[in-house]
């Protein structure tokens, strides 16, 4: 299995860096510039600074250089992918997509795999979701992922052939699944940082979570996946870091909105276009998602957090 990996941000950097210790991988910035000095600084310094990318990881912004890879991860933000696919559909047609982010298209309610299986029906599809901060895995720390493919048998395949000394791969064949909790709990870790920036407490970040939660289970379910998925690292898992971790930009963009602060509008912050996507469904279907719901109606100016915890406390009381 020859490997490549598409979008040069901070996660596709790291996957590169965590796969170039034992084999060759092909590594494509968009940028021709940008490629030319990772290549050359053995760094990425504008996305992830401070770490070496191996002899290993070949840096190209050549996309027929990808011709000989059978595997392409794909490390461009969720609400570009389609835009980015529908530009190499040729290029990549019946090759093994993994798609490594985690969001929901704001335009059509569709998770990463749903767009690459639409603009590349030939290819096999696959999801690598969960727990993992780039800056983790490219220090080499201990990290454990899900790998969701259909086919079962090379959902085997790609579980051993991504996994390493230090990035363990767990596999399920239910994709729906991972992938919606790789992009709900980003939904999730912006609520709980708004009301940490708000100064509601610890307690209340907990009930955020645990709610949260049940959310995620529930919409998990309404999009026919397992909710036991929703248990595992994709789903908790990533809950927990993301939702009480300050290196987390989607739990730092929801610090900002409960502080009042400015945010970047550079950052990548999946959860934001996440949170407008599940809210619309959950309207359109009558789906008891508070949660999601408020976050959206933060993100979009219509609540602020006073608002949105008043709107959450005063619900009717209910059974847990
Ligand atoms: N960072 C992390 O710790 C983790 C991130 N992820 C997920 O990985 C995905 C990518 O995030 P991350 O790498 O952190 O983001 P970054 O903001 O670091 O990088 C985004 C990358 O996408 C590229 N890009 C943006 N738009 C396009 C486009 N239209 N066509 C081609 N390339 C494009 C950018 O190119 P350019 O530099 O030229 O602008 C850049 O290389 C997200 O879904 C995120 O949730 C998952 C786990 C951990
Ligand atoms: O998905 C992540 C960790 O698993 C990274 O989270 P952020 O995109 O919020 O930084």
Same mark, same amino acid.
């Not at 999009?223 to 971790?245: E, I, Q, R």
């Given at each position: 299995?020859?490997v490549?990996?598409?979008?040069?941000?901070?996660?596709g950097t790291?996957?590169?860096?965590?796969?170039?210790?034992?084999?060759?991988?092909?590594?494509?910035?968009?940028?021709a510039?940008?490629?030319?000095?990772?290549?050359?600084?053995r760094e990425?310094?504008?996305?992830?600074?401070?770490?070496?990318?191996?002899a290993?990881?070949?840096?190209?912004?050549?996309l027929a250089?990808?011709?000989?890879?059978?595997v392409?991860?794909?490390?461009?933000?969720a609400q570009?992918?389609?835009?980015f696919?529908?530009g190499?559909?040729?290029?990549?047609?019946?090759?093994?997509?993994?798609?490594?982010?985690?969001?929901?298209?704001?335009?059509?309610g569709?998770?990463?795999v749903d767009?690459a299986?639409?603009?590349?029906?030939?290819?096999?599809?696959?999801?690598?979701?969960?727990?993992?901060?780039?800056n983790?895995?490219a220090?080499?720390?201990?990290t454990?992922l899900?790998?969701?493919?259909?086919n079962?048998?090379r959902?085997?395949?790609?579980?051993?052939?991504?996994?390493?000394?230090?990035?363990?791969?767990?596999?399920?064949?239910d994709?729906?699944?991972a992938?919606?909790?790789?992009?709900?709990?980003?939904?999730?870790?912006?609520?709980?940082?708004?009301?940490?920036?708000a100064r509601?407490?610890?307690?209340?970040?907990?009930?955020?979570?645990?709610?949260?939660?049940a959310?995620?289970?529930?919409?998990?379910?309404?999009?026919?996946?397992?909710?036991?998925?929703?248990?595992?690292?994709?789903?908790?898992?990533?809950l927990?870091?993301t939702?009480?971790?300050?290196?987390?930009?989607?739990?730092r963009?929801? +610090?900002?909105?409960?502080?009042?602060?400015?945010?970047?509008?550079?950052?990548?912050?999946?959860?934001?276009?996440?949170a407008?996507?599940?809210?619309?469904?959950?309207?359109?279907?009558? +789906?008891d998602?508070?949660i999601?719901?408020?976050?959206?109606?933060?993100?979009?100016?219509?609540?602020?957090?006073?608002?949105a915890?008043?709107?959450?406390?005063?619900?009717?009381l209910?059974?847990?």
């Amino acid at each position: 299995m020859s490997v490549g990996v598409l979008g040069a941000g901070a996660f596709g950097t790291a996957l590169a860096i965590s796969l170039g210790q034992t084999a060759p991988v092909l590594l494509w910035a968009r940028d021709a510039k940008q490629a030319q000095l990772m290549h050359q600084n053995r760094e990425n310094k504008a996305r992830l600074p401070g770490f070496f990318l191996p002899a290993n990881v070949v840096v190209t912004s050549n996309l027929a250089d990808l011709q000989k890879c059978d595997v392409l991860l794909l490390a461009v933000p969720a609400q570009k992918l389609r835009q980015f696919l529908r530009g190499v559909d040729q290029m990549v047609a019946g090759k093994t997509l993994v798609a490594c982010c985690k969001g929901i298209e704001l335009e059509t309610g569709m998770g990463p795999v749903d767009i690459a299986r639409e603009i590349c029906p030939q290819s096999e599809h696959a999801i690598l979701t969960g727990p993992s901060f780039a800056n983790d895995i490219a220090k080499g720390l201990p990290t454990a992922l899900t790998l969701a493919c259909a086919n079962p048998n090379r959902a085997r395949d790609l579980q051993q052939e991504l996994s390493n000394s230090t990035l363990r791969l767990y596999r399920t064949t239910d994709v729906t699944g991972a992938q919606l909790g790789g992009a709900l709990k980003n939904v999730i870790a912006i609520a709980c940082g708004a009301a940490i920036g708000a100064r509601l407490g610890e307690s209340a970040r907990a009930a955020l979570m645990t709610r949260g939660n049940a959310e995620m289970q529930r919409y998990a379910q309404f999009k026919g996946a397992d909710p036991a998925t929703l248990s595992g690292l994709s789903g908790f898992g990533d809950l927990v870091l993301t939702c009480t971790s300050d290196l987390s930009r989607n739990y730092r963009f929801g +610090l900002s909105l409960g502080a009042g602060k400015a945010f970047d509008p550079e950052t990548t912050v999946e959860g934001a276009a996440t949170a407008c996507a599940v809210a619309r469904d959950a309207r359109e279907n009558a +789906l008891d998602l508070p949660i999601l719901s408020v976050v959206a109606a933060l993100v979009e100016n219509r609540l602020d957090v006073a608002d949105a915890m008043a709107t959450l406390l005063s619900r009717s009381l209910k059974e847990e």
